[in-house]
């Protein structure tokens, strides 16, 4: 049976381009050279101490072996523990150092992320395959793909190759030693060729399994975190109560974590015979390594303590490939998701921005005219509205009528911008609205929509929309919006939290109470015009 060809396979071009694109998006988050110099010198130095330890440790067993004297072996001991206790110092401190640039940087990647929702075109944001994509991001991202498997990919192939390189240098001696025959050199050096051969095919197919894993599980992962948001927050206890939900919910979770652990479980055990058949690989050669050193000890060709070293760097080289090969394979993979991440970064906004200044009149006229437009919702063949005609200017009070469902909403929208007219155009003063200014266009309009939202936020950031507001201008719209009397209850005044999310004795409101909230928000912008959708 052929083989299904994997459709987010990419060329190795590809692979690199992603990787240089990924590399050059980190470097934009933050401070790179200070991340990197504490990565690669944090990495080089925990590395090294190994070989430190492993190369006076072979010099302390031949001193002792041959009863050099007391105060040599004291230099010796001095010299492996003093160094092991600088190189730990500067360790520690080059690893608090990347803990806090790492930690700038993935923050500012959340913040990154957050203006690329709110640049996105309103199309996009409603748009429910951009929607899934950006949760599938999160999620991903959450479990360490992307920016921070590119780090730590980073650190094991810098790690590898520093362990390649000293296990390279305190070996390369074995094989210039002119008393060991050649064959041994042959073999030792076969046997590590063909161990690292099984290494990096045993992590191949350890990877592909992982990575089957991890594709399986991104509608279970989506569904978790809805549910948990769902079933966590405090506001939805009272449907759960009511509708005696907590069995069905319980249910479904159980159902949907059973699977997930199963697969889960399938998984591990195919990961575990992979591992078993590595490490039979790495200790049969660890058992010809010290046949063929006792063999030459015996023979007087190397001493004791190289016999230490030498098996003790051919496995730390062994393990070394074995990882680099495994660095990049995972970077390889995390290459498809950074893939996806980019993808989203570079959804692209469509809505010409327009250069118009809005005309500013003393007397706040403007006139709105829609000439037969129609329009449907992308991806839809539908249309919303159809033909639609109407004139009106601020100052004027007009009703837009109709059942659910008729386009009151999606007439809304297109006023203000959030879509462009499938169909025909509208006019502001006569001039068609996409060629003003679009941020000065969408400042003439404040609407509370039927699914407005507040936040936990203080009352009177939720009525500025903002951080900073004037307190006696916002009390002045909440008295206006028929909030006066409960502003007088608000244990804080305008300071009083709204809900619980960020303050424990935040106010909980009526959805009465929430909507003359957002009527004072519109009203403290003090826009042109005025429209309360679903009043």
Known sequence: ????????????????????????????????????????????????????????????????????????????????????????????????????????????????????????????????????????????????????????????????????????????????????????????????????????????????CRQAFMESCVDANVFSEKYYQYIEHYSSGKDIRIYDMARSLLETNREKMEDLNLNALQMHWKICGLKAVDLLCTYLLRFGVYLLLLYEAFAGQVTVGSIARYVSCVMLLLGACSEMVSALQRQFVNNRYLKRLFSYLDIPNPMYQGTLTVEKRDDNACTVEFKDVSFCYPNTKTYALRHVNVKFQAGEKLAVVGQNGSGKTTFVKLLCRLYDPTEGEILLNGVDIRKYDYQEYMSLFSIVFQDFKLFDFTLGQNVAAGKRYDRNKVCQCLVQAGFGERLDAMPEGTESYLYKGYDGSGVELSGGEGQKIALARALYKDASFLILDEP
């Open 1 to 208: 049976m052929r083989k299904k060809p994997d459709p987010e396979a990419m060329k190795l071009s590809e692979q690199i381009q992603i990787s240089k694109r990924a590399f050059h998006y980190l470097f934009s988050l933050g401070r790179p050279h200070v991340i990197y110099l504490y990565l690669i010198g944090n990495t080089i130095v925990q590395n090294v101490m190994p070989y430190v330890s492993i190369f006076f440790s072979a010099k302390l067993i031949d001193a002792l072996y041959e009863g050099r004297p007391a105060a040599g072996l004291a230099v010796l001991v001095l010299l492996t523990v003093g160094s092991i206790f600088l190189l730990n110092l500067l360790g520690t401190w080059l690893s608090s150092g990347y803990a806090v640039a790492s930690d700038e940087v993935f923050r500012s990647q959340g913040w990154d992320q957050c203006q690329k929702a709110l640049k996105m075109a309103y199309a996009s944001v409603e748009d429910a395959d951009v929607a899934a994509l950006r949760a599938r991001i999160d999620m991903e991202s959450q479990t360490g793909y992307n920016l921070w498997y590119l780090s730590e990919c980073t650190r094991r192939l810098v790690a590898s190759l520093t362990r390649i390189v000293m296990s390279f240098s305190l070996t390369v001696s074995f094989f210039l030693l002119e008393a060991v025959p050649f064959f041994m050199k042959a073999a030792l050096a076969g046997g590590i060729l063909l161990s690292l051969v099984c290494g990096v095919d045993m992590n191949r197919k350890t990877e592909a």
